[in-house]
């Protein structure tokens, strides 16, 4: 009996298995003691296996109760604990926080981002649009983290400014001329370009990418570019180089030359 006190919290016989399974919660308890008790009440329940799962699923901590919407009560009971276990892992190693300071744009002042926040017990604090220095803070760490993202700066071969090119993706033509689609060495695809024909210094990078786009706009006569541009030792299979790209120029060119094959 004193086990029994000690699990459940009250004597055999005070209240009926039904109210105690009614009336458990999950609380500070770890999901796993949690389905422990529930577990066992059921056993000595009498119910089947489809009727307790309402049952546990609103005794779980508001957080985990949200995370487990997804899954149906037609899941069954014992693969339901066993999902909720993990998931209430991963919450915890994530944390929820406490308190969010935003400014005050439409999204973070809708009725969906407060009722949200309040069924995560979270806190959301809006900063004034006359007190600067809050929201000063929190653009510049946005600087601060987007700088640190950002990828590693293109490799110049040729000072002050020749850039290592991955390939060619595109062409179109602009006015009387043409212009490519280059894709940076050392830079994501959000840094593509689009950059004139006589700024490609390697005759071999436009050459093999028209012999594979055939039907993408090319220079007249053959189709293919002229070799009027000044080379830098390329082979074909890609990469190459480019002088002075048109739109705004790469940052931080100043680095040291690549290790590998450059054109």
């Not at 086990?3 to 796993?32: C, M, W, Y």
């Not at 990418?209 to 390329?234: E, I, N, V």
């Amino acid at each position: 009996m004193r086990h029994f006190t000690e699990v459940f919290g009250t004597a055999p016989g005070d209240t009926s298995t039904a109210d105690q399974l009614l009336n458990l919660r999950q609380g500070k308890d770890s999901i796993s003691d949690y389905s422990l008790r529930f577990l066992t009440l059921v056993a000595t329940s009498g119910w089947n296996e489809t009727a307790p799962l309402g049952t546990y699923r609103m005794g779980l901590n508001q957080a985990l109760r949200l995370a487990m919407a997804m899954y149906a009560d037609t899941l069954g009971l014992k693969a339901f604990i066993q999902r909720s276990i993990p998931v209430s892992q991963h919450l915890a190693a994530c944390r929820t926080p406490e308190e969010m300071v935003s400014d005050q744009g439409s999204q973070f002042t809708s009725h969906v981002w407060r009722a949200f926040f309040q069924l995560l017990g979270v806190t959301d604090n809006l900063s004034s649009g006359y007190h600067p220095q809050s929201n000063g803070q929190t653009e510049r760490k946005i600087q601060e983290l987007g700088s640190e993202a950002r990828p590693p700066p293109p490799e110049v071969l040729d000072p002050p400014s020749v850039y290592s090119v991955r390939e060619v993706l595109d062409s179109r033509r602009q006015g009387r001329g043409l212009e490519y689609l280059v894709d940076w060495e050392g830079y994501g695809p959000e840094e593509q370009s689009w950059v004139a024909r006589q700024n490609i210094l390697d005759p071999a990078l436009l050459e093999e990418f028209h012999a594979t786009h055939p039907l993408r706009p090319a220079p007249q006569g053959r189709g293919r570019p002229r070799h009027r541009f000044r080379a830098s030792g390329a082979a074909p299979g890609g990469g190459g180089t480019v002088r002075d790209p048109p739109a705004t120029p790469l940052p931080n060119p100043h680095v040291t030359p690549s290790s590998s094959p450059t054109y």
